[in-house]
T-cell receptor, first 112, second 108 residues
Framework: DGGITQSPKYLFRKEGQNVTLSCEQNLNHDAMYWYRQDPGQGLRLIYYSQIVNDFQKGDIAEGYSVSREKKESFPLTVTSAQKNPTAFYLC???????????FGAGTRLSVL | ELKVEQNPLFLSMQEGKNYTIYCNYSTTSDRLYWYRQDPGKSLESLFVLLSNGAVKQEGRLMASLDTKARLSTLHITAAVHDLSATYFCALRTYKYIFGTGTRLKVLA
């Protein structure tokens, strides 16, 4: 089945630790995105990538980093510089024709 | 500033009633999307609206787009409990901009 796989589903971060969230897609989409969702809020764009080996900062990139070495993969690292990382993180990809975004199941990150 | 505003933010309605969710946006765009999110879950695509006057319908949901007014609506007909969820509209410019979401609760 085609889709977006995010892992892990739940993640706990200790103070001063970097953690990496995985996002893999087999939809053959060029564009991929990372969003952060806080409780009761909408989605805020962290980073996006339109093509392999290229990515751009979104609205709240500080404290996060990404890489796009393969078309299928767009991992997000939450660094220790992100002081309030507790949130629900969603990865998405989009097709060029209609532009519909397809979302993964999300990773819920909490701080220990 | 690029803005997408939805109203109402919260909507509690009785089963069998009709209601409309509004999505206003501040800039021109060629695409307007509606998504549904169940509590604790991911987003699921409902509609994509591509041009002025576009109307899409699926079951009890109907979405429309007025690009001149920069307004999209999501109309719910004869609501049922299964429609309880949060609904987001999103605009595509050089990136996607999401509205704040409308949390819908349908009471049996």
């Amino acid at each position: 089945d085609g889709g977006i796989t995010q892992s892990p589903k739940y993640l706990f971060r200790k103070e001063g630790q970097n953690v990496t969230l995985s996002c893999e897609q087999n939809l053959n989409h060029d564009a991929m995105y990372w969003y952060r969702q806080d409780p009761g809020q909408g989605l805020r764009l962290i980073y996006y990538s339109q093509i392999v080996n290229d990515f751009q900062k979104g609205d709240i990139a500080e404290g996060y980093s990404v890489s796009r070495e393969k078309k299928e993969s767009f991992p997000l690292t939450v660094t220790s510089a992100q002081k309030n990382p507790t949130a629900f993180y969603l990865c998405a990809s989009s097709n060029p024709e209609g532009g519909i975004q397809y979302f993964g199941a999300g990773t819920r990150l909490s701080v220990l | 500033e690029l803005k997408v505003e939805q109203n109402p933010l919260f909507l509690s309605m009785q089963e069998g009633k009709n209601y409309t969710i509004y999505c206003n946006y501040s800039t021109t765009s060629d695409r307007l999307y509606w998504y549904r999110q169940d509590p604790g879950k991911s987003l699921e695509s409902l509609f994509v609206l591509l041009s002025n006057g576009a109307v899409k319908q699926e079951g009890r949901l109907m979405a429309s787009l007025d690009t001149k007014a920069r307004l999209s609506t999501l109309h719910i007909t004869a609501a049922v409990h299964d429609l309880s969820a949060t609904y987001f509209c999103a605009l595509r410019t050089y990136k996607y901009i999401f509205g704040t979401g409308t949390r819908l609760k349908v009471l049996a």
